[in-house]
T-cell receptor, first 111, second 116 residues
Framework: DTGVSQDPRHKITKRGQNVTFRCDPI?????LYWYRQTLGQGPEFLTY????????KSRLLSDRFSAERPKGSFSTLEIQRTEQGDSAMYLC?????????FGPGTRLTVT | AQSVTQLDSQVPVFEEAPVELRCNYS??????LFWYVQYPNQGLQLLLK??????LVESINGFEAEFNKSQTSFHLRKPSVHISDTAEYFC??????????????FGRGTSLIVHP
């Protein structure tokens, strides 16, 4: 299967801890997106990369959040000093153009 | 900024009945419209999209949507649903890409529940 993969699929952490998620996009896609989805809501855009360059960030992305895409391949999303409000599904998508291909998501629970 | 409204959070329907999932958008510029589907325990998948040209677009599994600029709508329809169509459906809108980035705004989703 050559789809978008995310790791881990589930993460439980205590408030105040740091967490890091990984996304491996479809190899030929140069665009990569991170979203957050909470129950009963659609995905909310967090940030976007074209190759290794982070071109856009949502105002939702507080300074506790940081994302990287070294060498334009996989990407990581780190949340520092997690808060209970960070509990959500974090989705990654890659794209060759207008259509986005989503990964299965990482479900974060902050206790 | 653009926004999307999916008026129905849940749509129950019997198998083989027709269904319409409503989507309205708001934008001051030209838009690109998408419907994504999320089956239970799976990631979102593109169902269909409107970028330009014919206002009626179709998917491979029998769904269709019509872009109506005057009503700012992009409703999703299927004349006869199957049990396997049970899923969450998300409408999304994107404005003309800047630097090649289609960054969609998603609606809250509509849960389609097909009963036997």
């Amino acid at each position: 299967d050559t789809g978008v993969s995310q790791d881990p699929r589930h993460k439980i952490t205590k408030r105040g801890q740091n967490v890091t998620f990984r996304c491996d996009p479809i190899s030929e896609h140069n665009r990569l997106y991170w979203y957050r989805q909470t129950l009963g809501q659609g995905p909310e855009f967090l940030t976007y990369f074209q190759n290794e360059a982070q071109l856009e960030k949502s105002r939702l992305l507080s300074d506790r959040f940081s994302a990287e895409r070294p060498k334009g391949s996989f990407s990581t999303l780190e949340i520092q000093r997690t808060e209970q409000g960070d509990s959500a599904m974090y989705l990654c998508a890659s794209s060759p153009g207008d259509e986005q291909y989503f990964g299965p998501g990482t479900r974060l629970t902050v206790t | 900024a653009q926004s999307v409204t999916q008026l129905d959070s849940q749509v129950p329907v019997f198998e083989e009945a027709p269904v319409e999932l409503r989507c309205n958008y708001s934008s001051s510029v030209s838009v690109y419209l998408f419907w994504y589907v999320q089956y239970p325990n799976q990631g979102l998948q593109l169902l269909l999209k409107y970028l330009s040209g014919s206002t009626l677009v179709e998917s491979i599994n029998g769904f269709e949507a019509e872009f109506n600029k005057s009503q700012t709508s992009f409703h999703l329809r299927k004349p006869s649903v199957h049990i396997s169509d049970t899923a969450e459906y998300f409408c999304a809108v994107s404005v003309a890409p800047a630097g090649g980035s289609y960054i969609p705004t998603f609606g809250r989703g509509t849960s389609l529940i097909v009963h036997p």
